[in-house]
C-alpha cells in the first residue's frame, strides 16, 4: 500500500494536472504572510522598545502624519488583486467550467454513503444504468435497476477507484444520504457530495500509483473510518483491471 | 436625576439575581459566560486526549466512565467525540464569548462609557439574560437525553443533524433562546446608544469600545432573525415531518427514507453562514474595542485615526453580510458565485489591516506602559494579525480547494478566537475589574497567566497549520487514520500537552480573580488615570451611576495634551 514516507510536514505531492497552480497559491501567499507579519511583528517591537514609559520620556500627542502605512496598505490591496484576478479566477473557472469532452475521458459517478464510497463505472456501452432508491439493498448499493439494458454491464466498487494515469476523469458526484467531501489529497481534489444534488467534478492525474481517499465533512460516527483506495493505473493495468471486473459479473445464474 | 435613580430597598433576590441594574446584569452574563467557557475548555480537554494518544482510556476519570456506552472502557466512542466537538463549539461561540463580550462587557461598560444611568430598557434586559440562562441549561441538560448531546457540530449541516439523536433537538430549542436573547440585548444596546447619550456626546466623541459595540449589535440584529427561522424550519424537519432541507430519494443505512421531499440541504448552510460570518466579527469586534481602549490608555496618547477606525468598523460591519458563501466553495459553486464571494472577502481584510495598522501606529510616539491589561491588550495584535493573514488563503476559492475543512482552518479560526478575543476579554476583566470591584488583580499571578497562557496557546494552535498543509480533515475522532495524517501524528501530541498547560494556567487566574475580591489592593475611583466616563463614577458604581448627571465637553482620549499638569484630562473636570 502507500508508503507513509511521501508524506510529511508540508502539501503532499502533487500528482494532478491541475493542482500546480493551487499549491502556487498557497505558496505565493505564504510567502507574503510570513513577509509582512515579519515585516510588522519587527516594527511592532521596535515600537515597544523605543516608546516604552522610563524617566524623562513623554508621549506626544499629536505624531506627524506619515504616507508610508497608506503606501504599504495600497501595496498590499494591488498584491491581492493580483492574486485573485491573475491567479485565482482563471483556476477557478477553468476546474469548474473547462471540462473535457466526456468522449475523451474516463466517465464515472461516485456516491457516498455512511460510510464508505461507492464507484459506478458504465461499463463497456460507456452509459450509466437508472438508478432507484428503492432498489438498494446490501448487494446492490446504489439501487441499479438490473432490468435496464444500460445497467447489464455496470461495474461498482465500494471504495476502490481505478483510472488510467494522463487521461481526464470526470465524476459526478452524489450521496445516499448525508453530506461527505470527497478529498484525495495528492490530486487536490476536494468536492462536497451533496444528497440530491449531482455536481461533476474533473481532474487528471500525471503519475501512477496507490492513495487514499478521505472524507472531509463530517458525515456521522464513522466519519473518520471512511476510507477509500485510488488506483492511478497504467492504460493497460486499468484495462486489466475493468477486464477482471467484467468477468465478475458474467457467472450470476445459478 | 431620574426617579429610576432613587434608591427603595431591594431584597437580595432583586438585587443580585433577578436585578434589572445593567451593572448586576453585566456582572451575571460575565460570569455565566465565564463558567460556560471553563466548560467548553474541558470538553476540549477531553478530546485532545483523545487526538494525543487514540482508543487509550482517559487518565483519572476512566474508571467513572467504565460500564457507559458512549466511553466503553473510558474509551472515547466517536459518537461521544462527535458530541463533545459539537458542543465546545458551540458553547465557546454562543453560551461564552459572544455572552462575555457583548452581554457582560456591552452591558457593564456601554452606559457607562456613555454618561447614562442605565439601558434603555432595563426589563428587557434582565430577560435578555434569563433567556441566555434558559438556553444554557437547556444546552447542558441535553448531556443527559439518551444518545447524548448534539453530535452534527455547531454547524448542524443537514441530513446529519435532522436524523441525528434527540440531542439536536434539544440543541435547536437551546439556539432559539439564545438568539432570542441575543436580539433583545442588541436592540437595548442600540435604543441605548442612539438615545441616552449624555449631553454633549456626539458620535464622534464616543470610546471605540461603545462604537464596536454598536456595530456588533447591529449585526447580530439583522443576521440572527435568517438563522431563527432556519433553527425552528430544522426543528419542524426533525419532529413534524417537513421536508426543508431534505431531498427526496434518501437511503439511510440501506432503507429508504420516507420524508415529504424536495429540500435542499445547501439551503441550511446559506441560512446558517449568513448569520455565522457576522457572528466571527461579533466574536471579535467587542474584542477590538476593549483593545483600543486598553491601548489608548497605556500609550498616554490618542488614538492614531480614530475616524478611519470607525469608519473601517462600520464598512467592514456592511461587508460581513455579503461574505457568507465562502464557507461554501466546495458545494458546487458556480464561477460567478464565487468570484464575487472571493473578491468580497478579499475586500473585507482592507478595512481589519487599517484597523490594526492604527492600533500599531498609536504606539508610535507613545510613552507604553506595560502593566497587565496592556500585556494581554498588545498580545491580542500579532495573534489577531495571524487568524486575519490565514483567512487569506482560505478565502481564495482556488486555494480553499485543499485547505477547506482541513485542521488549516481550525487553525485560522481559532486564532482569530482564542488568543485573538480571549485574551482581549482577559484585557477587559484586568482592566476593568478595579471599577467593578472596587480592587486590583494582583501582578504576580496575574503575569504568570500571561506568559504561560501566550506560551501555550501558540503551542496548541500553531501547529494546527501543520496538520491542514498535510491534509488532516477537523473533526476526526481517531487522527491517524490515514497515511498522510500518521506523519504528523506527533504534532497531536504536543499541542495536547499544550493544551493541558493551558489549562493549568487558567488557575492563576481563577485564583487571582476570588483572592482579589477578598485580598486585592484598594482601587481608586480612576487607577489608570483613564479619560474615558465610565472612571468619572465612584467606584464601585452606584445604582444610577452617575452622582451628577455628566457633561461632555472633549474626545474620548484627552492624554498627554501640551500645557496641562497631568498627562491626561478626565470627561468631568469640576
Ligand atoms: C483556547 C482553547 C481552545 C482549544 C484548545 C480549542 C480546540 C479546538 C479543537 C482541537 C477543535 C477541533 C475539533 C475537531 O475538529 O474535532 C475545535 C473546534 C472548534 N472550536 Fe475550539 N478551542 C479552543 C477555544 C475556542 C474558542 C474560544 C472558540 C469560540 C469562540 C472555539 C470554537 C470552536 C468551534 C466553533 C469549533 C468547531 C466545532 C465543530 O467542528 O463543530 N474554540 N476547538
Ligand atoms: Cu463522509
Ligand atoms: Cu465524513
Not at chain 1, 484576478?85 to 473547462?98: D, F, I
Not at chain 1, 454491464?153 to 487521461?167: A, C, N, Y
Request: hydrophobic residues 50%; charged residues 10%; aromatic residues 14%.
Amino acid at each position: 500500500m502507500d508508503s507513509p514516507s511521501i508524506y510529511g510536514w508540508w502539501l503532499p505531492p502533487d500528482v494532478s494536472a491541475h493542482g500546480a497552480i493551487i499549491d502556487q497559491i498557497i505558496l505565493i501567499m505564504h510567502v507574503f504572510m510570513v513577509a509582512l507579519f515579519v515585516g510588522w511583528g519587527l516594527f511592532f517591537v521596535y515600537c515597544l522598545v523605543r516608546f516604552r514609559q522610563r524617566p524623562g520620556h513623554k508621549a506626544r500627542h499629536e505624531i506627524p502624519h506619515s504616507k508610508l502605512p497608506k503606501f504599504l496598505e495600497i501595496g498590499v490591496v494591488i498584491f491581492e488583486a493580483f492574486i485573485l484576478v491573475g491567479l485565482s479566477y482563471p483556476a477557478w473557472s477553468k476546474l469548474r467550467t473547462a471540462f473535457p469532452p466526456r468522449e475523451s475521458a474516463t466517465n464515472i459517478r461516485i456516491v457516498a454513503q455512511q460510510f464508505g464510497w461507492n464507484i459506478h463505472y458504465p461499463g463497456k456501452d460507456g452509459v450509466f444504468g437508472r438508478t432507484d432508491p428503492k432498489l438498494v439493498s446490501d448487494s446492490n448499493t446504489i439501487g441499479l435497476d438490473l432490468n435496464d439494458p444500460n445497467a447489464k454491464d455496470d461495474i461498482t466498487t465500494l471504495g476502490q477507484l481505478h483510472f488510467p494515469v494522463d487521461k481526464p476523469v470526470i465524476a459526478n458526484l452524489t450521496s445516499k444520504d448525508v453530506i461527505h467531501s470527497l478529498f484525495i489529497p495528492v490530486l487536490r481534489v476536494k468536492h462536497d457530495a451533496i444528497p440530491g444534488m449531482n455536481v461533476p467534478i474533473w481532474w487528471e492525474a500525471k503519475q501512477t500509483g496507490q492513495f487514499e481517499i478521505a472524507c472531509a465533512q463530517l458525515c456521522g460516527n464513522g466519519h473518520t473510518t471512511m476510507r477509500g483506495f485510488v488506483s492511478i493505473d497504467t492504460p493497460e493495468e486499468y484495462a486489466a483491471w475493468m477486464a477482471e471486473k467484467e468477468k465478475e459479473l458474467e457467472p450470476a445464474p445459478q | 436625576m431620574s426617579e429610576h435613580n432613587e434608591h427603595h430597598e431591594l431584597g437580595f433576590i432583586r438585587t443580585y439575581v433577578f436585578s434589572i441594574d445593567h451593572k448586576v446584569i453585566g456582572i451575571q452574563y460575565a460570569i455565566t459566560g465565564l463558567l460556560f467557557l471553563f466548560f467548553g475548555f474541558c470538553l476540549m480537554m477531553l478530546m485532545r486526549w483523545q487526538l494525543a494518544y487514540p482508543g487509550e482510556a482517559l487518565p483519572l476519570i476512566a474508571s467513572w466512565f467504565e460500564n457507559s456506552q458512549m466511553m466503553p472502557g473510558g474509551v472515547m466512542s466517536p459518537d461521544l467525540y462527535n458530541s463533545f466537538g459539537a458542543m465546545h463549539g458551540t458553547i465557546m461561540v454562543f453560551l461564552g464569548v459572544v455572552p462575555l463580550a457583548v452581554g457582560g462587557f456591552g452591558n457593564y461598560l456601554v452606559p457607562l462609557q456613555i454618561g447614562a444611568p442605565d439601558m434603555a430598557f432595563p426589563k428587557l434586559n434582565a430577560a435578555s439574560y434569563w433567556s441566555y440562562f434558559v438556553g444554557g441549561v437547556v444546552m447542558l441538560c441535553s448531556f443527559f437525553l439518551p444518545g447524548g448531546p448534539a453530535q452534527s457540530g455547531w454547524t448542524s449541516y443537514p441530513p446529519l443533524s435532522i436524523l441525528a439523536s434527540t440531542g439536536q433537538t434539544a440543541w435547536l430549542i437551546g439556539m432559539v433562546f439564545l438568539i432570542t436573547s441575543s436580539l433583545l440585548g442588541s436592540i437595548n444596546i442600540i435604543v441605548t446608544i442612539v438615545q441616552l447619550r449624555a449631553k454633549g456626546l456626539s458620535f464622534f466623541r464616543m470610546p471605540f469600545l461603545v462604537w464596536a459595540q454598536f456595530v456588533t449589535s447591529f449585526l447580530l440584529v439583522l443576521a440572527f432573525p435568517p438563522l431563527e427561522a432556519a433553527a425552528v424550519f430544522q426543528l419542524m424537519d426533525r419532529v413534524a415531518g417537513t421536508s426543508f432541507f431534505m431531498p427526496s430519494g434518501l437511503v439511510v443505512g440501506g432503507m429508504p427514507l420516507q420524508v415529504a421531499g424536495g429540500g435542499n440541504p445547501v439551503l441550511w448552510q446559506h441560512l446558517f453562514w449568513f448569520l455565522a460570518h457576522p457572528e466571527v466579527y461579533v466574536l471579535i469586534l467587542p474584542a477590538l474595542g476593549i483593545v483600543t481602549e486598553i491601548i489608548a490608555n497605556n500609550t498616554r496618547k490618542p488614538l492614531y485615526g480614530y475616524k478611519t477606525m470607525v469608519y473601517s468598523v462600520l464598512f467592514l460591519g456592511f461587508m460581513s453580510f455579503i461574505v457568507w458563501a465562502h464557507h461554501m466553495f466546495m458545494t458546487g459553486m458556480g464561477t460567478t458565485m464565487s468570484n464575487f464571494f472571493q473578491t468580497t472577502t478579499m475586500i473585507i481584510s482592507i478595512p481589519s489591516v487599517i484597523l490594526i495598522t492604527c492600533l500599531i501606529i498609536t504606539l508610535w510616539g507613545g510613552s507604553i506602559r506595560f502593566n497587565l491589561p496592556m500585556m494581554f491588550a498588545l498580545a491580542f495584535l500579532p495573534m489577531f494579525a495571524i487568524g486575519g493573514l490565514t483567512g487569506l488563503p482560505l478565502g481564495l476559492a482556488t486555494s480553499d480547494i485543499y485547505l477547506h475543512d482541513t485542521y488549516y482552518v481550525i487553525g485560522h479560526f481559532h486564532y482569530v478566537v482564542a488568543p485573538g478575543t480571549l485574551f482581549a476579554l482577559f484585557a477587559g476583566i484586568y482592566y476593568w475589574y478595579p471599577k467593578v470591584t472596587g480592587r486590583m488583580m494582583n501582578n504576580l499571578l496575574g503575569k504568570l497567566h500571561f506568559w504561560i497562557s501566550f506560551l501555550a496557546i501558540n503551542g496548541i494552535f500553531m501547529p494546527m497549520f501543520i496538520q491542514g498543509f498535510a491534509g488532516v480533515s477537523r473533526r476526526l475522532h481517531t487522527p491517524n487514520f490515514y497515511a498522510h495524517a500518521q506523519a504528523v501524528q506527533g504534532t497531536n501530541v504536543f499541542m495536547s500537552i499544550s493544551a493541558w498547560v493551558l489549562g493549568a494556567a487558567q488557575l492563576f487566574f481563577i485564583i487571582n480573580f476570588f483572592l482579589s475580591l477578598k485580598a486585592g489592593k484598594r482601587a481608586s475611583d480612576n487607577p489608570w488615570d483613564a479619560t474615558t466616563l465610565e472612571w468619572a463614577t465612584p467606584t464601585p458604581p452606584p445604582h444610577g451611576n452617575f452622582l451628577q448627571e455628566p457633561v461632555v465637553h472633549r474626545g474620548p482620549y484627552e492624554y498627554s495634551v501640551p500645557g496641562k499638569a497631568t498627562d491626561y484630562i478626565p470627561q468631568q473636570v469640576s
